[in-house]
């Protein structure tokens, strides 16, 4: 397993666990694991965001389908108690059975039961201007009882995390010649060394440099993106969007469209993945790059 560490902290096994909180009222500890099947019938995404200093989880859990259907768990009022968490209607763990390699997740709820495992392929990613990491993952396990195998990314990120100041671009899927893709861009109008990698297929995880995302949308609802990484450039479709609403502790509201999509690469390969657009307040201003 290869670890590509872009940042000048360091990256270990240990840092599967939780971390000390520093003092800011957003310091924000999360947990991101998404999938979908290969054929983009089926597909969902969990997290765990604790904010220890404002005193609560934040917990969501989508589960959508290409024919529409979406079922969702959104709870903003969860005790900051770690990584098992038991609201009003879910009961939902997360755990490290082998660091940077396996990650079990199990979710009970009304209409909703994951019991899901994520396997690392190809090496883990970390960034450069914060701690956090990406790692693209086989998902093997059973979806309401159901066998469930395709693919996705999880990622780990702590520090402070202020969803009402700064819009980003974020993508990962894998694509039809077992090619794992990823690329992050944070929406400042300006060209910077962004988070990207791809993972060849049966090979070790490379970073991509150079990497671009320009979105088109229909109204405020994003319709195509084109994801340009060296040699490559995938564009990307929703198929399925499963969004959340956050409120600030000062009442400033930023939407959050996150979509199931259908990628297709300019040398005629297919997939399926999860991006997302984050959109906080006056977004439009933040420096998107249009798909012209």
Known sequence: MRIVNMGEWPLSEEDEQLHEPGDDPLWNESYYLDFVTDDGELGGYV?????????????????????????????????????TLSGDAYEADLTTSDPLRTVRLRLAAPGLSL????????????????????????????????????????DHSWGVRDWWTISWTWSSGRLSDGTHLHGTQVN?????????????????????GGFTAGTRFDGDRPAETLLSFPGRAVTVRPVAFAPVTLVSPEGAVATF??????LESDDGATGFGWTEWHQPPGWREHGWHPLL
């Open 188 to 208: 400042l109008g300006m060209p910077l060394p962004w988070p990207a990698f791809t993972v060849p297929p049966g090979g070790e995880i490379e970073h991509a």
């Open 257 to 262: 469209p996150r979509a199931m999509c259908a």
């Open 47 to 83: 997290r765990i965001g604790l904010y220890p200093n404002w005193k609560r989880t934040w917990f969501w859990a989508r589960l959508v389908r290409r024919d529409g259907g979406l079922v969702e768990i959104t709870d903003h009022e969860a005790p900051p108690t770690g990584l």
């Open 115 to 154: 019991d899901l495992e994520w396997h690392t392929r190809g090496g883990v990613y970390g960034y450069q201007l914060t701690p956090r990491y990406e790692v693209p993952c086989e998902v093997t396990g059973t979806v309401d009882g159901r066998p469930f195998q395709g693919h996705g990314e999880r």
